[in-house]
């Protein structure tokens, strides 16, 4: 199966794993809030946030390289700020110049591009540990209790059901055209016909996903009517949240508006 | 396989905070509207059919085709979607791929997860919406339309999306907007057409297997005069003010400044207090490191021993 599709909720018996999922949930939003609060270059802020997100990777078990190699996986999108090196205007370090262009690196650009690095960083890292500790399920109920509207959690939940069976179809689709009209090792060299005709095919294979999930959707319809369905989405109540997990939640969060105010203090 | 990047995909700490929580109260009234009418125009078919669509669109996601030098086009689904559903079921769809996408994947952040949504569910669907209608409603119900619309309608939806991310970087301070707008503008350009190419392929496709999926529209006609003014104001808003931003990048600097977008720099504490230095440490910036270090090796020393405490107990369970 494609690598993207795989779920990436790897189950272990952790302390982490444990924390109730709306807990979680509300801790992992806090914390990113938190690191999007921090103002530009609090250094010792970002290193406590990032001490936050890696205690908290070790004590769930996973080894930290894990949670680490995924989160190199959201850097690309630094690329956007780089300008920012540039055109903030302060003290120049570095002048560079690339045939008719000049361009100054100032050390307050620099900074700036360091932190929005540095705090994307530990936000993606909290969002990973919320996704890969917290089954699936778990986060649907998480979703609910924090508002999301009933009918964007029944399709969010039945949209989980079905991904990977239209992941598999989709895969069986790109296994025949590649049986069919072959396969460049050199990603260079194209395969296939014109630029056109592989626009077609891949929109042929498209338009083929959206007709078998269209008649999927129709069977899946007629199952859940003959077992009840009346067009409500009908859930459990949410379990209670139990004392200890009240705790964690009121020092999770206390530790984070501590780091806050320490941000802007020091 | 493909592992493109997604640069539509804003992930965490791009945006300002308050931007972000601008456009959390943009997409909640969008999709709370859109789940009101959903509810009203839509029976309960509808619920399996958002759902499993939602997984086709994600899935469809993996079927790209070489373009040129490595690069490949691919499909985003905003236009498709809402061809095949209407704008309102669209929009939910959307709302929940990019929610997906964004918690389970890493494919954007959960704080800017607001702006994502609107970007590319909620503004996508609106101009794919007033694209696609308009060309029907030229055509007279000829072929052409469909296609043409189609198309058209993916390549808007796309390029609005990206002129959108660059216009709420360059007010979130990330970008200035002579940097992103073009960048963000051209690339996309380029890729709409591939994943136009793509869409024109599917309706193809659905138009002789089972056009009853694509007319379904034309007989069950959805009041949508309210999103196509929408969309359209969107598309037009977008054509005027990126052009204005990118050629006044100042500009949209002072308006952010104004309005407190700005990210917050903090005050250099070498000004705050001119003499304020650590006992034994000279260098302000070394001791702030320092200070951040101590902090970490307290965190690092609580978490060790909570974690030698589970090991003990485990061990004497």
């Given at each position: 199966?494609?690598?993207?599709?795989?779920?990436?909720?790897?189950?272990?018996?952790?302390?982490?794993?444990?924390?109730?999922?709306?807990?979680k949930f509300v801790l992992a939003l806090a914390f990113i809030l938190t690191a999007a609060?921090?103002?530009?270059?609090?250094?010792?802020?970002?290193?406590?946030?990032?001490?936050?997100?890696?205690?908290?990777?070790?004590?769930?078990?996973?080894?930290?390289?894990?949670?680490?190699?995924?989160?190199?996986?959201a850097?690309?999108?630094?690329?956007?700020?780089?300008?920012?090196?540039?055109?903030?205007?302060?003290?120049?370090?570095?002048?560079?110049?690339?045939?008719?262009?000049?361009?100054?690196?100032?050390?307050?650009?620099?900074?700036?591009?360091?932190?929005?690095?540095?705090?994307s960083?530990v936000s993606v890292q909290a969002g990973i540990l919320l996704a890969?500790?917290?089954?699936?399920?778990?986060l649907?109920?998480a979703m609910?209790?924090l508002?999301v509207?009933?009918?964007?959690?029944?399709?969010?939940?039945?949209?989980?059901?079905?991904?990977?069976?239209?992941?598999?179809?989709?895969?069986?689709?790109?296994?025949?055209?590649?049986?069919?009209?072959?396969?460049?090792?050199?990603?260079?060299?194209?395969?296939?016909?014109?630029?056109?005709?592989?626009?077609?095919?891949?929109?042929?294979?498209?338009?083929?996903?959206?007709?078998?999930?269209?008649?999927?959707?129709?069977?899946?319809?007629?199952?859940?009517?003959?077992?009840?369905?009346?067009?409500?989405?009908?859930?459990?109540?949410?379990?209670?949240?139990?004392?200890?997990?009240?705790?964690?939640?009121?020092?999770?969060?206390?530790?984070?508006?501590?780091?806050?105010?320490?941000?802007?203090?020091? | 396989?493909?592992?493109?990047?997604?640069?539509?995909h804003i992930p965490d700490g791009f945006l300002?905070v308050?931007?972000s929580?601008?456009?959390w109260?943009?997409?909640?009234?969008?999709?709370?509207?859109?789940?009101?009418?959903?509810?009203?125009?839509?029976?309960?078919?509808?619920?399996?059919?958002?759902?499993?669509?939602?997984?086709?669109?994600?899935?469809?996601?993996?079927?790209?085709?070489?373009?040129?030098?490595?690069?490949?086009?691919?499909?985003?689904?905003?236009?498709?979607?809402?061809?095949?559903?209407?704008?309102?079921?669209?929009?939910?769809?959307?709302?929940?791929?990019v929610s997906v996408q964004a918690l389970i994947f890493q494919d954007g952040g959960l704080l800017v997860l607001g702006a994502n949504i609107?970007?590319?569910?909620?503004?996508?669907?609106?101009?794919?919406?007033?694209?696609?209608?308009?060309?029907?409603?030229?055509?007279?119900?000829?072929?052409?339309?469909?296609?043409?619309?189609?198309?058209?309608?993916?390549?808007?939806?796309?390029?609005?999306?990206?002129?959108?991310?660059?216009?709420?970087?360059?007010?979130?301070?990330?970008?200035?907007?002579?940097?992103?707008?073009?960048?963000?503008?051209?690339?996309?350009?380029?890729?709409?057409?591939?994943?136009?190419?793509?869409?024109?392929?599917?309706?193809?496709?659905?138009?002789?297997?089972?056009?009853?999926?694509?007319?379904?529209?034309?007989?069950?006609?959805?009041?949508?005069?309210?999103?196509?003014?929408?969309?359209?104001?969107?598309?037009?808003?977008?054509?005027?003010?990126?052009?204005?931003?990118?050629?006044?990048?100042?500009?949209?600097?002072?308006?952010?400044?104004?309005?407190?977008?700005?990210?917050?720099?903090?005050?250099?504490?070498?000004?705050?207090?001119?003499?304020?230095?650590?006992?034994?440490?000279?260098?302000?910036?070394?001791?702030?490191?320092?200070?951040?270090?101590?902090?970490?090796?307290?965190?690092?020393?609580?978490?060790?021993?909570?974690?030698?405490?589970?090991?003990?107990?485990?061990?004497?369970?």
């Amino acid at each position: 199966m494609h690598i993207h599709f795989l779920d990436p909720f790897q189950p272990r018996q952790s302390p982490i794993h444990q924390l109730d999922p709306r807990v979680k949930f509300v801790l992992a939003l806090a914390f990113i809030l938190t690191a999007a609060l921090t103002p530009s270059g609090a250094w010792s802020a970002y290193i406590l946030l990032f001490a936050l997100a890696f205690s908290a990777t070790i004590l769930s078990d996973l080894g930290a390289s894990y949670v680490l190699k995924r989160s190199a996986l959201a850097l690309p999108f630094v690329l956007s700020a780089l300008p920012l090196i540039f055109t903030t205007e302060g003290a120049s370090l570095l002048d560079l110049s690339i045939g008719a262009w000049s361009l100054t690196v100032t050390q307050p650009g620099l900074a700036r591009f360091a932190s929005l690095a540095l705090k994307s960083w530990v936000s993606v890292q909290a969002g990973i540990l919320l996704a890969v500790t917290t089954p699936f399920p778990d986060l649907l109920v998480a979703m609910r209790a924090l508002g999301v509207p009933r009918l964007i959690v029944a399709v969010i939940g039945l949209m989980w059901r079905y991904l990977f069976v239209l992941a598999d179809e989709a895969l069986r689709l790109i296994r025949a055209r590649l049986a069919r009209s072959g396969d460049a090792a050199n990603a260079e060299l194209r395969t296939g016909g014109s630029l056109v005709w592989r626009a077609r095919v891949a929109g042929g294979m498209a338009g083929s996903l959206f007709l078998r999930a269209f008649e999927r959707s129709d069977r899946i319809y007629m199952a859940m009517l003959s077992r009840g369905y009346d067009g409500e989405a009908r859930t459990l109540p949410l379990p209670r949240i139990r004392p200890l997990q009240w705790l964690t939640l009121g020092v999770g969060l206390g530790i984070l508006a501590l780091l806050l105010v320490l941000a802007y203090l020091i | 396989m493909h592992s493109a990047p997604q640069p539509l995909h804003i992930p965490d700490g791009f945006l300002s905070v308050l931007v972000s929580l601008l456009f959390w109260l943009l997409t909640a009234a969008a999709v709370g509207y859109a789940l009101r009418r959903v509810g009203k125009d839509l029976g309960d078919r509808q619920v399996p059919m958002m759902g499993v669509l939602a997984a086709a669109i994600f899935a469809g996601q993996m079927l790209n085709f070489s373009v040129a030098g490595g690069t490949s086009g691919h499909l985003m689904g905003a236009a498709i979607a809402t061809i095949l559903l209407g704008p309102w079921a669209a929009m939910l769809v959307m709302t929940c791929v990019v929610s997906v996408q964004a918690l389970i994947f890493q494919d954007g952040g959960l704080l800017v997860l607001g702006a994502n949504i609107f970007n590319m569910g909620v503004v996508g669907v609106a101009v794919s919406y007033m694209a696609y209608r308009t060309l029907q409603r030229l055509a007279r119900g000829a072929r052409w339309g469909l296609f043409a619309g189609g198309f058209i309608a993916t390549w808007l939806s796309i390029e609005a999306s990206a002129l959108l991310v660059a216009l709420q970087l360059a007010v979130s301070g990330v970008s200035p907007a002579n940097v992103a707008v073009p960048a963000m503008g051209g690339v996309h350009a380029l890729i709409g057409i591939g994943e136009g190419l793509i869409t024109l392929g599917a309706l193809a496709f659905l138009y002789r297997a089972r056009p009853d999926l694509l007319l379904a529209g034309e007989e069950r006609p959805i009041k949508g005069q309210f999103i196509w003014a929408f969309g359209l104001l969107l598309a037009f808003g977008l054509a005027v003010a990126s052009p204005l931003a990118s050629s006044n990048p100042d500009g949209l600097e002072w308006v952010a400044a104004q309005a407190g977008f700005l990210d917050a720099r903090r005050l250099s504490p070498f000004n705050l207090i001119p003499d304020y230095l650590l006992p034994g440490i000279s260098n302000q910036a070394l001791a702030t490191v320092l200070a951040g270090v101590l902090g970490m090796l307290i965190v690092f020393a609580v978490t060790l021993l909570v974690a030698y405490n589970r090991r003990a107990r485990r061990a004497s369970d």
